[in-house]
């Protein structure tokens, strides 16, 4: 079979803090595209000049695992990678800027949800001594805390949950000694956890939601936190979603929320239920990871889970969805639609 005539370039970067991208997935991922496209090339990125250089080949495409690099101008700023390449007319897959900050910036993004009207826990931000007894703070225990950015579980673990004031301090404390930042604290949400992978149809809009469960072992305290060491330590379990009602209630929302965010392509949205089992939405990863055969890549497992697809055929599924934007390929006859069509017929785990 003969090979796309088309030049992808796979970005990524040596500094862990810059890249949704591991050395692994990154091999994966050019292997595949190897096998389908006549040119792929790999471009480390970290920082604006890596990005004139990235610019500087003029890829038909560039698959992005970068989110953000300093800039050199003000190394206290931001340059996003997906603004930087729309300026220069350089297509890549994943979502446009003001998506991809809101993913960056958890209490953002659970406003605009909040203010759409779906389901996301009651917050606030808060410093270490900015509130000075259980009296002043704006919620009511038990409290769930964590850093405002970041993924991967960062900040979070058994002291994320406060049920009283002390540990409330101390937890914002811990984080604003680790990270310098300031917490976000949501009302606690005790029921189960989802991840749901979506992929975009770009020729109608049309999404495809693949939702997973999530378990971990309780802890001590009786809480089952998805958190930095058992995503590090792989110890949660990855299962179907099959009860008719709860599926549906967290696909929805799933969707609901991705639109609501300005998120195209693909991404993966997480949810959890409260204690009257109403899904919940906690926040997106619009560039997830995208390892093969790794049940830490709640993506990849999603659509393996749910349709079956082998990791060849999400792969090439992303780079064509990524192409049809610049009008590089036409997704409407394309193996992505039909893909995607294929997956939205009825099936036992249809959504």
Partial sequence: MAKINKYIEIVR???PSLSSM???????IKAVLEQQYQKVGVTFV???NDLDRLVNKQPDLVFLGVKNVPSEQDPESLVWVS??????GINYTGSTQSAIMLDFDKPAAKQIVRSSGLHSAAYFTAQPGQYTGSHDLPLNFPLFIKPPNGGGGKGIGADSVARNFVSYQQKVQSIYDKYGTESLVETYLPGREFSVAIIENDSNKELLAMPIE???EQNSSGDRILGQKVKSDDTEHV???TEGHIRQTVVQLAKDVFEVLGARDYGRIDIRLNENN???FLEANLIPGLAQHDFTSYFTSACIINKSMNYEVIIGLLAEIGLSHGGLYDATS?????LIKKSLEPSLLTT
């Fill in 278 to 280: 109403e899904p919940h």
């Fill in 214 to 216: 999530l378990i971990t």
């Fill in 239 to 241: 299962i179907a979603v």
């Fill in 334 to 338: 394309s193996g992505s639609a039909m």
């Fill in 22 to 28: 591991g050395q692994k997935s990154c091999g994966m």
């Fill in 83 to 88: 603004d930087y390449l729309d300026k220069r």
């Fill in 46 to 48: 970290s920082d604006t």
């Fill in 13 to 15: 970067s040596t500094t």
